[in-house]
């Protein structure tokens, strides 16, 4: 036994036969109500079902025909086109966040503390408020009047400016000593090599974080799609499968296919990076 | 992120100029000499500007122009009415916005205080190093990285309303059900809780998580010194010891729940019998399904006015509380 970390219940550090048995029972309990239902995805996924009653987490035999289906039905499509949104949108939204951080941590200007409220403020205006408007509006962009609906750019540049991502850039660039950067002015170096040879390569963890949420964030997406998709040559994974719910001719085990296929890259995402997952949670909810 | 961080920090590196050690920090010639190193005064800005612009685009001129189509009849082709609050008193009076409204306070409370119970208890149950709850922890939290429309559409399966259906068959090991779930109107509301602490209770958890490690151990051993049982220890140590985490969860939560789409939309689209209906699959619905803009974006509007108040309360609170 290690140093004793005394925790809240005393549970965990509980060594009886009768605590352990406690330990082992909720264990399991836990595992079966927040894993169980996955579980079940996955085995329902490689099944035979023809009927929702028919789902398990005990397999029965072995098939890829769901896969197969699947594809038939254009998943395959969707799941190119989630990856292209993805891919496309978190680039957009990583060098926009580090960016912005660069000049928020490191540079002192009139109207400094407008342009940070600003950022705020976009905090409180989530999708979901302004869906009717931003569906207006992308069908025909003010000034540059481009029309985005239909298109997979219309669901990548509204995310592509996250207040999340930029005020972690923005916090965790702060910390990084003001000696090299001064040692790099006397060299003579200008702010575009400061912030790209100095700054930027001391923030790698920050990156795990913003890149870990960007993902989840954008993978997640499902109005924003709604909105401006019109036809299925633009559905991303997740809205695709609502249709094929919808279709009569599509088994159960189809849908689960394609849903297995929805969740792996993030979850996927989340046990490579978990620690960058579990850091940037509590401090984006704790430092509020 | 506060100004005056960053000040004291950015004069000494304005001071350090070489060969200007004398120019700490201000008069015209330190500038001069700074401009010429670390660039002109739109500098910054010229780093802000792709962010700006985005957020310009995508964020306030949506929310200005739901504020002027909230006051507009919208036509497209044939050009927008102005109505004055016409919107605002159609939405009001509307016997569906108001069942949508309510039902929609139901669901962020329901999910809000269940998800945080659920998620406070599995902290507790869940605190401590070894491997092995890394591992149960880590499995717990999966739901909260699946996609909402793959928790919706594997829900809907686990709900299906005959006796063998999944959750059914569980049901029946206890004796009860069958149940309806989101087929029943009695049971609709309560499914789509379910589903919505299921996927929020473990993200409350690693959060609870999180702010437990900050809690005093010294505590715990003076609360076991005086003889306090264990109930007594989390009630009068770690509880107040987490005041912080539960006010920012309740906030994060009760906006997330008001402005609840995506799984009301694929588990019920507000059925049955609009037992299930909430503000954004009705302001969906209005917008784009009947072509009424100009009365969504008053609800719109109206949903953004709730969660400013709800911000607003909850961080006067805290203020309060702190002082």
């Not at chain 2, 500007?49 to 949506?62: G, N, R, T, V, W």
């Amino acid at each position: 036994m290690s140093a004793p970390t005394e925790t809240a219940l005393g549970l965990t550090e509980s060594r009886s036969v009768g605590g352990r048995i406690l330990k082992a029972v909720i264990y399991l309990l836990v595992l079966t109500v927040f894993a169980g239902p996955l579980l079940a995805l996955l085995v329902g996924a490689f099944g035979h079902i023809k009927d929702p009653t028919q789902l398990s987490v005990v397999p029965k035999g072995f098939t890829l025909d769901n896969f197969r289906i699947a594809f038939d039905q254009g998943v395959l499509k969707y799941l190119l086109n989630s990856f292209f949104v993805v891919g496309f949108g978190l680039l957009l939204q990583v060098v926009v966040s580090v960016l912005a951080g660069y000049a928020l941590a490191r540079k002192v200007f009139p109207g400094m503390t407008l342009a940070l409220v600003a950022i705020l403020a976009t905090l409180m205006l989530p999708e979901e408020i302004l869906a009717l408007p931003l569906s207006v509006i992308l069908s025909d962009l003010p000034v540059v009047h481009f029309n985005l609906i239909g298109t997979l750019a219309g669901m990548i540049v509204p995310l592509g400016a996250w207040g999340f991502s930029i005020l972690v850039m923005t916090e965790f660039m702060k910390d990084v000593p003001r000696e090299l950067e001064e040692a790099a002015r006397i060299d003579g170096a200008g702010d575009l090599r400061i912030f790209a040879q100095i700054i930027l390569p001391m923030c790698k963890p920050a990156l795990g974080v913003i890149g870990v949420f960007g993902f989840t964030m954008i993978w997640d997406q499902y109005l924003l799609p709604l909105l401006v998709s019109t036809d299925s040559s633009s559905y991303t994974l997740p809205l695709a499968l609502r249709t094929l719910r919808i279709d009569p001719a599509v088994t159960p085990g189809v849908v689960m296919a394609a849903s297995l296929l929805a969740l792996l890259p993030s979850v996927i995402v989340f046990l490579f990076f978990q620690r960058s997952f579990v850091s940037g949670l509590s401090s984006g909810a704790l430092k509020g | 992120m506060s100004l005056d961080q960053a000040e004291p920090a950015a004069r000494a590196a304005a001071g350090s100029a070489p060969r200007e050690p004398a120019l700490r920090g201000g008069g015209t010639a330190g500038r001069r000499g700074r401009s010429r190193r670390s660039g002109r005064w739109w500098t910054p800005w010229l780093f802000l500007a792709p962010a700006l612009l985005l957020f310009l685009y995508f964020k306030f001129i949506p929310m200005a122009s739901a504020l002027t189509m909230s006051f507009q009849d919208v036509q497209p082709y044939l050009g927008n009415r102005w109505v004055g609050t016409e919107n605002y008193a159609t939405v009001l009076q509307s016997h569906g916005f108001r069942e949508a409204a309510w039902h929609t306070v139901v669901l962020a409370v329901g999910e809000t205080v269940g998800a945080m119970s659920l998620g406070f208890a599995l902290a507790l149950l869940m605190e401590g190093q070894s491997r092995r709850l890394g591992f149960v922890r880590s499995a717990a939290f999966l739901p909260v990285v699946v996609p909402l429309a793959v928790v919706a559409e594997l829900w809907r399966i686990m709900y299906h309303p005959t006796g063998d259906g999944m959750l059914n068959s569980v049901l029946g090991l206890v004796g009860a059900g069958p149940s309806g779930f989101i087929n029943d109107p009695d049971t609709s509301m309560a499914s789509i809780m379910l589903t919505g602490i299921w996927r929020g209770a473990p993200y409350d958890m690693m959060i609870f998580l999180a702010g437990l490690t900050s809690v005093d151990r010294g505590l715990y051993e003076a609360a076991k010194v005086d003889g306090a049982s264990r109930w007594q220890r989390v009630w009068y140590v770690t509880v107040p010891g987490l005041r912080s985490v539960f006010s920012i969860l309740f906030i994060l939560a009760a906006i997330r729940g008001l402005r609840v789409f995506t799984e009301v939309f694929l588990l019920t689209n507000g059925g049955p019998n609009g037992s299930t209906e909430v503000v954004m699959t009705l302001i969906y619905k209005l917008g784009l399904e009947q072509n009424r803009l100009g009365v969504g974006a008053a609800g719109a509007v109206l949903l953004f006015v709730a969660t400013l108040i709800l911000t607003i309360i909850v961080q006067l609170l805290r203020r309060r509380e702190s002082k």
